[in-house]
């Protein structure tokens, strides 16, 4: 068949088709369009292949593309193919060692762990908080003061840093006058003197954790603590009974 053929033929279809009234015929040609499928945007390594094909094809005899050029293109895409994958690689390792971190967090549910902070928490089932206190020297007296939300003086009282090192120190949860504070988080704030003169000491509180959460791959674990909120698996500076 000549290609003039093809042309009539396919005019002719079209003019059987026709119903005379070019509104009609423009609705009956829209309802008819095929609608492309949606494509992917990116690269597979099949189109590259083609790719590489069409150009090899397309080039110029007498002046072809140099071997180094296409092992250059083809180890690029390569080596981005083998990213890409790892990258994936990555994403379901994090996923699997985030899963398993939280599996081994769920053992410390009914414990308490130090955590870097100086705040903890005052309720029925603890009316007590411990904390440590980190003592660059040996302090002969440590003054230990309570605090409250509004950072107003609770009680006060000294423990002995003769020691050195980290010294614990447990409040019993009551105020100057004897009686128990109400529920709610409360400070604890150290100072002694060292090298002749008053310095701050950092100080770190026992909380109990309640429950875990499974986290992102970022963050890992996260321990939910009473009263306190929640704090990272990997901050956490140590783990004591219940």
């Keep these: 068949m000549s290609f003039l053929n093809s042309i009539s ?11 005379g009234n070019p509104f009609l015929d423009g609705v009956r040609l829209q309802t008819n369009a095929a609608v492309p499928e949606a494509k992917k945007q990116e690269l597979t390594q099949e189109d590259f292949f083609a790719l ?3 150009q090899l094809s397309m080039q110029d005899p007498f002046k072809p593309v140099e071997n180094d050029q296409m092992i250059a293109q083809m180890a690029s895409f390569s080596t981005v193919d083998g990213i890409a994958k790892l990258n994936d690689h990555i994403l379901n390792l994090n996923t699997v060692m985030t899963s398993s971190q939280a599996l081994q967090a769920s053992g410390l549910v009914g414990q308490k762990v130090l955590i870097p902070s100086a705040t903890g ?3 029925k089932e603890e009316p007590n908080i411990k904390g440590v206190i980190s003592t660059p020297t040996k302090i002969d007296q440590i003054t230990v003061r309570i605090e409250d939300a509004k950072g107003q003086l609770v009680k006060s009282f000294t423990v002995d840093g003769s020691e050195g090192g980290n010294i614990d120190v447990n409040w019993d949860g009551l105020d100057a006058e004897g009686k128990p504070v109400a529920e ?12 002749g003169k008053a310095q701050e000491l950092p100080v770190s509180t026992y909380a109990h954790v309640t429950s875990v959460s499974l986290g992102t791959a970022a963050t890992g674990a996260i321990l939910n603590l009473r009263g306190v909120g929640g704090i990272k698996l990997t901050d956490v500076l140590a783990v004591a009974e219940g």
């Design 9 to 19: 033929q396919a005019t002719a279809a079209q003019q059987t088709t026709s119903s």
């Design 52 to 54: 590489l094909s069409q």
């Design 121 to 123: 928490n005052v309720s």
């Design 184 to 195: 709610g988080n409360y400070t604890i704030k150290a100072s002694g003197k060292v090298d």
